[in-house]
């Protein structure tokens, strides 16, 4: 497994455990741990899950061991997601032990997609609560506080979590996750989400104002909104329409859109930086790039997942865009935003069928857009999926591990490309944080989201600086503080 590899298995599939740092006096008497797997919504229900748990009696801790209750919120998109749980699940076998009293809960997709048969495969399992169930994990532990096992997964149209306000874990206190949609009715064949998460829905705009102003009046100075497919954002003040497929078929005048509502939250304040994930290449419209050229605090950064560059590739996988269409957004992207606007994608080598001559579209489309960034996967069949029902998952192993390393080293050509055309120039950073590597160093993103590591000096975390960028990595810009911005 080459290094690179390794680090984005570690990023898609990364785990967070909780340090809440909001908590200030409280009259909890019980503690919950909860570790984060998967995607970025994943991690933002933690902290709407937190926030119902300290409701009802439990304060977050990080430390293991003072646990009344472990939640692992769980990802099903790769079988390797769902192998790295339930081997988390069997390193649970000593606690429960030494404390029989502890409660073991699966929360999110993996939760969602075995329902009940987690806890016949699991048995160290007590509670299992799917996404759109956590308003009833109170319930739930009732019923475990009473001997029994606990199971909710029922799927809701309405679901958005949107009057609570998420207990922020691991924060930086400088940039924060606000869920906009739930959800996805897009149906890619390869994929296990729209199982999982149940039909898409947009919560109300008020309450994500309402949340972003609260996390402004806490220090707080980028937001990234969040949905499968953030694009499609549809919310409408008749709220008999359940979900953005009622709400399109009614022909709802009044409806608030991204563009709408990314100028909205844009508005709340020049100094938030705003950035917004994920982007489906279908759904992102030129009022969106056109809102985002508007204003200077949505960053110039983009995440458009490809997939493939084969339009035959993308046909199989219900992906509803050709190759054409995509190169054509990418060309919007760059006339509207300009050249330096980070464009990053997710590639999947291996699909059902994928030939040498696919995978060579897939090479030349990359070429053609040279992403800032990628993470890539090789396609791992998913029970349930119409690719796993209707397709043959043929190609063999190595060649999908060959064709993956393939897309690895084309896309660190291309992060070296790009970011070498950031070095001499000076960068608008937002410091987010002490460098992994070394306490001297500060780490923090540009607009077009890329990371840079420069020296500490008499800086603070939250600070907007101009950073020369003097060197760089495929992974990194290094620089050198020029000029202090307003705090
Ligand atoms: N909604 C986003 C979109 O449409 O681009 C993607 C969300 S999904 C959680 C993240 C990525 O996981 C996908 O873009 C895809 O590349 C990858 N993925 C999904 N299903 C997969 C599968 N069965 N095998 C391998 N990778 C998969
Ligand atoms: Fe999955 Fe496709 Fe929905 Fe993304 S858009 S979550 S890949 S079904």
Known sequence: MTDLIKDISIISEGISTNENKDVLVSQNTRKLYIESYGCQMNFADSEVVSSI???NGFDTTSVLEEADIILLNTCSIRDKAEKTIRHRLGQFNGIK????????????????????QLLEEE?????????????????????????QKAVNTILSREETYADISPVRLNSNGVSAFVSITRGCDNMCTFCVVPFTRGRER?????????????????????????????????????LELKGKAQIEKAGEPNIVVFSDLLELVAQTNPLLRVRFSTSHPKD????VLYV????????NNIHLPAQSGSTRILELMNRTYTREWYMERID??????????????????????????????????????KFDFAYMFHYSERPGTHAAKKLTDDVPSDVKSA?????ITKQREHSLYRNKLNVDKIEQVLIEGFSKRSDDDFNGRTNANKVVIFPVENYKIGDYVDVLITDCTSGTLIGKVVKQEIA
């Open 332 to 369: 919007a992207i760059r006339s509207v935003l300009g050249e330096d606007c980070g464009i990053s994608s997710d590639m999947m080598t291996g699909f059902c069928t994928e030939t040498d001559e696919d995978q060579k579209d897939t090479l030349d489309l990359m070429d053609y857009v």
């Open 123 to 147: 048995k160290i399992v007590d509670l299992v609560a799917g996404p759109d169930a956590y308003r009833d994990l109170p319930n739930l532990l009732s019923q475990v506080d009473g001997g």
């Open 53 to 55: 748990m300290s409701k």
């Open 202 to 238: 947009s919560r109300n705009p008020e309450s994500i104002i309402k949340e972003v102003k609260e996390l402004i009046i806490n220090g707080y100075k980028e937001v990234t909104l969040l949905g499968q497919n953030v694009d499609s954002y549809k919310w409408s003040p008749n």
């Open 292 to 299: 985002m050229s508007k204003y200077e605090n949505i960053c």
């Open 403 to 407: 064709r993956l390393s393939e897309i």
């Open 97 to 116: 032990r030494a404390n029989p009293g502890i409660i073991i809960g699966v929360l999110g997709c993996m939760a969602e997609r075995l329902k009940k």
């Open 284 to 287: 992102l419209s030129n009022e």
